[in-house]
């Protein structure tokens, strides 16, 4: 028997999406793929965001993967599986770490040393490493932002008044240097008289203490021998200080000769820089620049505490918002098949929005005009699926109603859980369309059963245009619907190459 192109479309898509689903229960968590390890548990008071599937690091290798989480009277316990061969020892410890530019969390454990023996399996480990998330840094940094504020609210008189000493400062420096400058002057020239009479004076003196030295040493030439060579060593003494003391007289000389220049030279500069910090300190008491402005306006303390609780706001919501990534098939009675693409956000558990990209090769009626005649005939193309969906909750169960587009066209949704497995749906759309032949047929109403077997993969039985009796049949439905950790999950599994 041939096939028809649009039979070929639909079993091409249902067999795409068995093979991705085999792929994804490949490198995801079905066990029966996967050899069995040794399993262990450590107790944290706060996760941090880790969750079932993510990543275990032994000394930074990655050694096996987090097995689930209990909330504990203790704390949050994680048990964790590693590879057989790998060992952990009776002081290794635990903590939570931050992987890859998605920013997922993974357990990263030290093995500890040999000498205090091997952890047995199942046993706990007992040291746990804090760590740190961007909302105790932003709560640091509100804190922070607050103390600094107080403490320069608590000490702006002070601030203030140690400006106008500043600036009184140095107007009297500046009035002392000027009034002084006849005794710098004289002091420079007495300096340099001191040096002159060094100078003539020094060899002299070097000249007697050679002598000195002479007749200590004839006179201790029965002594210890201690005295003997401190004798030598202010003879070597007085031999250098001939040879160096002309030269560094001579440099002080030249150095009171330059200074007396360069405060000459330099007057002007210097008076000029005191007029500088003058001017800059008289700014800053007006509340001008960023100094200024940070001492004298309340605006900026304001904006800062605005834009670090913007900053938490948004870490929030994207700590609380769930992306879902699924793909599933449809066949129905009449041979024809749909695939669907879905893409699902949830920023809370009472409210989602859903897209979803439908490719339905028994086509969609249509009707066109041509040459004022109303022609109504079978076209091929994807069909869009947008609705807001608002949920309801009571223990166990939730009602969801939802509305939008779908398929293309206007419709309306519910759906009612019974717990995370079995979910029974119904939906109405396609209103106000047409047969083939012209005629007016009623909406179409699907209502269906969906059960999930084992992680994301599911299944769905239902009924399909249950108010149009020539056209009502069965179908089923099979498919995958990934949560974002699944996606972190598999993409660290995968190891694909980053730019």
Known sequence: MTLSPQAKVGALVLLASFAFAILSLLFGEFRPFMARGKEYQVVFKNVSGLSKGAEVRVAGIKAGRVRSLTLTEDGVLVSFEISGDVKLFKNASAQ???????????????PGSPSFGELSPSS????????????SLVREAIVTTKSLNALLEENRESLRLTLQNLQVLTKTLSEISEENRQNINLTIQN???????????????????????????????????????TIANLKVISQELRSTLPELTKNLNALSVNLNQTLDQNRENISNITRSISEITQRIERGEGTIGKLLKDE???????????ALRRAGDLAEQTNLYLGFATELYESGGTKGILSFKIQPNRDKYYLLEIVGDSRGSIKQQRVEDRQIIKREFRPEITAQYARSFH???????????????????????????????????????????????????LQMSLRYRIYGPVFVRVGADEILNKNLRGPYGSAGVLFTDNDLKYLLGTLRLPLP
Request: hydrophobic residues 35%; neutral net charge.
């Open 96 to 110: 939570i770490g931050t992987l890859g530019l998605l920013g997922d969390k993974y357990l990263d454990i030290d």
């Open 124 to 135: 706990r480990i007992l040291i746990t490493k804090e760590s740190s998330d961007i909302d």
């Open 191 to 229: 300096l340099t008289a001191i040096t002159t009479a060094l100078n003539k004076s020094l060899p002299k003196t070097l000249e007697n203490i050679e002598k000195l030295t002479a007749q200590l040493e004839a006179s201790a030439s029965e002594n210890r021998a201690d005295i003997k060579e």
């Open 299 to 309: 605006e900026v303390y304001k904006n800062i505490v605005s834009g670090t609780r």
């Open 394 to 444: 009571h223990m166990d169960r939730a009602l969801t109603l939802r509305a939008g587009l779908k398929e293309s066209s206007g419709g309306v949704g519910a759906d009612l859980s019974f717990g995370s497995k079995l979910a029974l749906s119904a939906d109405l759309f396609d209103f106000g369309r047409k047969d083939l032949k012209g005629k007016d047929i009623r909406p179409n």
